[in-house]
């Protein structure tokens, strides 16, 4: 769940934005001064932050500047709420790490949609990068081409065999159940059904020759990949 902090000094709106927002499946904090905000900010480290721009104390401006030079803010998405439309006052924001300005008034629907997006997107830009190229005891996985080679000859696997060496050998070393590997590689939960895992293992020693052996078995539990 991610959790939304809402900078803003019109208590009901940012009652009405935390109102709204929560409805979505977020959690959302309310505070009503610069100060304070970057207080909560430094201390909850929030998913997202709704940053009014004419605050008590500290103005947004100044707000967005001090998230931006602190290394445990610097990357946290920030959307700009104003009264302020005239395009010198987006220009400043977006100069200061906004991410996004919504102008009063505004719908609330608009603002969820927004929220949604900058989500997306940042957790997007922040997933961590699935390897391109493995190579595991003489076995070479190509995520990008779905292309597998044994001492250096091409396998023909089908779509499952791929999903299911790919898992084993992201979790190298590691005792996996045949409950795991139909939940991860089939996404079902049938465990009355894990004979499919053992025919689609024994179908990959085969095609992956001399290496097929590095597929260990665990007996009473399941599989691992053992180099």
């Known amino acids: 769940m991610h959790n939304i902090l809402i900078i803003e000094d019109e ?3 940012a009652e009405l934005l935390a109102f709204n927002l929560e409805k979505e499946g977020y959690t959302a904090n309310c505070v009503h001064n610069g100060e304070t905000g970057l207080e909560r900010a430094y201390r909850d480290l929030p998913d997202l932050i709704l940053l009014d ?3 008590p104390g500290i103005l947004g401006i100044e707000v967005c500047k001090a998230l931006r030079k602190d290394p445990r803010t610097a990357t946290i998405p920030v959307i700009m709420i104003t009264a302020k439309g005239d395009e010198i006052d987006r220009v400043v924001g977006f100069e200061v790490g906004a991410d996004d300005y919504i102008v009063k008034p505004f719908s ?3 603002v969820t949609l927004r929220v949604k997006s900058m989500m997306r997107r940042y957790v997007s ?3 961590p990068k699935l390897p391109e190229l493995f190579n595991v005891g003489g076995i070479s996985i190509d995520t990008q081409r779905h292309i597998v080679t044994s001492e250096g ?4 696997l089908t779509s499952t065999e791929f999903k299911l060496l790919l898992h084993m050998v992201e979790n190298k070393g590691c005792v996996l159940s045949r409950e795991q590997l139909m939940q991860r590689v089939w996404c079902y939960n049938n465990m009355n059904d894990t004979r499919t895992v053992d025919t689609h293992v024994t179908r990959l ?3 992956l020759g001399s290496r097929g052996g590095m597929i260990k078995t665990v007996r009473g539990f399941g599989y691992k990949i053992e180099v």
């Open 53 to 55: 721009l004419m605050l």
């Open 125 to 127: 830009e922040h997933q």
């Open 108 to 110: 609330m629907r608009e």
């Open 11 to 13: 208590k009901d709106l």
């Open 205 to 207: 020693r085969g095609k």
């Open 153 to 156: 000859a091409e396998i023909d």
